[in-house]
C-alpha cells in the first residue's frame, strides 16, 4: 500500500517530494487534470493516466532553474467516492515516474478531497483548500515560505485562476487544455474583479505557458 500523505486523516494530502530548497522563492502551481494530464472526468485509474503533450519537458525546465513547481488539485472524485486515496497515490506515482523520464519532478503535491456533495465526513461545503479557495496556496507559503507575490498559476478551470488571484500571485494563465476552452468568456468576465496588479492570460497549454514565463523572467 502506498503511503498516505493525509495532514488531517481525511482529506488534504500534502506530499513533499524533494529536499529542493522552496523558501522565498517564486513558485509554479499547476492544476492537475486538464493540465499536466488529460482531462479524463475523475481520473481515479493509473491505465488512464495521458500527459498532457510537451508538459513534461517543460517542467523539466522549470526544475533546471530552481523554481519550485507545485501541484494544487481539487479531487472531488474522493469526496464523492468514484476513488480512494490510495488510486490517488497510485495515479500520483504513475505522473510522477513519467515526469521522471524526462528529468522533470514535482516539489510538493497538494489536494483536497472534500466536496459540498461529498461522502461523511468529506461532505464539507467552501473547505478553505479546495479552489477557487486559496488555502492550497496559503499552505505552501506558510509551510514552506514560498513567495507567493512573485508566483504564477496554472489551470484549465476559472477556480484555479481565482485562487492565484485570491493567494496574492503575480498573475495566472488558463489554458486551452481539459476545460479551459470552456471558460474563456467566465475569466474576461472575472478578471476585471481581481485586485491589481494580478495579471491573466489564455495560453494554448501549460507547456507554451510555462516557456513564456520563464523566457520573460517571470519565473
Not at 509554479?28 to 485509474?45: A, K, M, Q, S
Not at 523539466?60 to 513547481?69: Q, Y
Not at 461523511?120 to 499552505?139: C, E, I, S, T
Request: with cysteine; proline share 4%.
Amino acid at each position: 500500500m502506498n503511503q498516505l500523505h493525509l495532514i488531517d486523516g481525511i482529506g488534504l494530502w500534502a506530499e513533499r517530494r524533494t529536499l529542493n530548497e522552496l523558501a522565498h522563492k517564486p513558485a509554479l502551481f499547476l492544476d492537475r487534470d486538464g493540465v499536466i494530464v488529460e482531462e479524463t472526468h475523475y481520473l481515479g485509474r493509473v491505465e488512464d493516466v495521458a500527459m498532457v503533450p510537451g508538459v513534461a519537458e517543460a517542467v523539466a525546465k522549470a526544475n533546471a532553474r530552481s523554481v519550485p513547481v507545485i501541484l494544487v488539485t481539487n479531487q472531488a472524485g474522493i469526496a464523492r467516492g468514484f476513488y480512494g486515496w490510495e488510486d490517488f497515490g497510485k495515479v500520483q506515482a504513475a505522473i510522477c515516474a513519467a515526469l521522471a523520464e524526462v528529468g522533470a519532478e514535482l516539489d510538493l503535491v497538494l489536494a483536497c478531497g472534500y466536496h459540498n456533495v461529498g461522502s461523511g465526513p468529506l461532505a464539507v461545503a467552501d473547505h478553505p483548500w479546495r479552489k477557487p479557495n486559496d488555502g492550497m496556496l496559503a499552505y505552501a507559503a506558510e509551510q514552506h515560505a514560498i513567495a507567493l507575490e512573485r508566483s504564477w498559476i496554472i489551470g484549465d478551470k476559472l477556480s484555479d485562476i481565482s485562487a492565484g488571484a485570491q493567494a496574492g500571485l503575480a498573475g495566472g494563465f488558463l489554458v486551452r487544455t481539459g476545460h479551459g476552452a470552456a471558460e474563456i468568456k467566465a475569466l474576461a468576465d472575472q478578471a476585471p474583479a481581481w485586485r491589481k496588479p494580478f495579471s491573466v492570460g489564455v495560453r494554448e497549454n501549460a507547456a507554451v505557458a510555462i516557456e513564456e514565463l520563464l523566457a520573460s523572467g517571470r519565473l
